[in-house]
Structure formats: structure tokens, C-alpha cells
């Protein structure tokens, strides 16, 4: 900016090394899945909100971004095609697949009220707007850490690997557009 605007002549972090890439690789094993969908169930209507935690199955179920699933609306739920049709995510418009499990979640979530957001806020007419503080209290239940709602996007992805899948069917349920991100994750 200084450079542009004229404000400086050089770069002073022109030699400065770049720190190393803080590359995530956390993804969760068979027992920790267990753990946290007990401590889900225990916790749901006690410690967090029921829409708190259906949104969380939800990440842990479909391998959406954790935006995806606060923002997704009623309209983009297509329960007869068996998918998400998200109007925009972090890569545009976008179809992603979703299995029984994550379906039926969802159609009970969207039965249980008549807003149009998919997980709406209990206190406005928006969108459910955060799952950090939820998801910490379910960790910490489940004797988990270094968990983030991230960290169920790569265990999706590790699972879908570990079970055959190929990486062009991993990179759809995903939404990637490079294989090389999906690579990446599994």
C-alpha cells in the first residue's frame, strides 16, 4: 500500500522469510467421531441448542463449510435430488451430493420450523450465525481437542478416501475445483 500510494521506496519485508505454511492436518479417527456424537447427543437441549446441534451433524454429515451450513437456505435443500444447491459459496454456485443420513437430518431439521434459512437463529429472523462456542462445549465433553468445524472437512474427506472413493468423487462432495486441494485433505 505504502508502495503504491507513493508513502515509501522499497519494501522493508522484501528479505524477510515467509513463516511456514500452518498447513491443517487434523482430521478425526473412528473413536473421536464416537465420542463427539455422544457427547452431541448429551449435550443437545442441556448444554447447547437443538439447531446448535443439528448443525453440527450437519458439518460432520455432508463435509460443507462451516458458512455453508449456517447460510444454507430451504430453497437450496433439494430433498428429491438427493443434494445441496447452493446459490454461492466460496467458489460460486455449486450442486454437492448428500447422503441419506445427512438428508434425512436435514429434512427434520426443516420440518421443524417454517423460516427460510435451514438452521435459523432462535433470536432474529436470520440465520443460525455461529458454532464455535457450541462445538467447544461438545469437544471438552467428549475429551477431544484441537478440534474446529474445519477439522470435520477433513475427516469427510479422509473418510471418503479411506472407503475407496476417487479423488474426483471426493473433490465433487467437497466443492473443489482443484485436485490438488482435495489431495490435500485425504
Known amino acids: ?5 507513493g508513502l515509501a521506496d522499497h519494501n522493508p519485508c522484501q528479505h524477510v522469510p515467509k513463516p511456514i505454511d500452518n498447513r491443517r ?7 473421536e467421531y464416537a465420542r463427539i456424537g455422544a457427547a452431541l447427543d448429551a449435550a443437545e437441549g442441556a448444554e447447547i441448542s437443538a439447531m446448535h446441534a443439528n448443525a453440527i451433524r450437519a458439518l460432520l454429515l455432508t463435509g460443507c ?27 460460486g454456485a455449486q450442486i454437492r451430493p448428500c447422503g441419506d443420513p445427512a ?10 420450523h417454517e423460516s427460510s434459512w435451514a438452521f435459523p437463529a432462535s433470536r432474529s429472523d436470520g440465520a443460525l450465525e455461529g458454532v464455535r462456542k457450541p462445538l467447544e462445549k461438545v469437544c471438552a465433553l467428549a475429551g477431544v481437542q484441537g478440534v ?3 477439522v470435520f472437512r477433513h475427516s469427510f474427506a479422509t ?12 473433490a465433487g462432495l467437497l466443492g473443489h475445483r482443484l485436485h490438488s486441494m482435495t489431495s490435500r485433505y485425504a
Open 1 to 5: 500500500y505504502a508502495l503504491r500510494e
Open 25 to 31: 492436518t487434523r482430521f478425526l479417527n473412528a473413536e
Open 65 to 91: 463449510r462451516k458458512s455453508e451450513i449456517l447460510k444454507l437456505k430451504r430453497a437450496e435443500v433439494d430433498l428429491g435430488g438427493r443434494c445441496l444447491r447452493f446459490e454461492d459459496t466460496k467458489t
Open 103 to 112: 438428508l434425512t437430518l436435514i429434512q427434520s431439521v426443516l420440518n421443524g
Open 148 to 150: 474446529t468445524a474445519h
Open 159 to 170: 473418510v471418503a478416501h479411506e472407503i475407496g472413493y476417487s479423488e474426483l468423487t471426493i
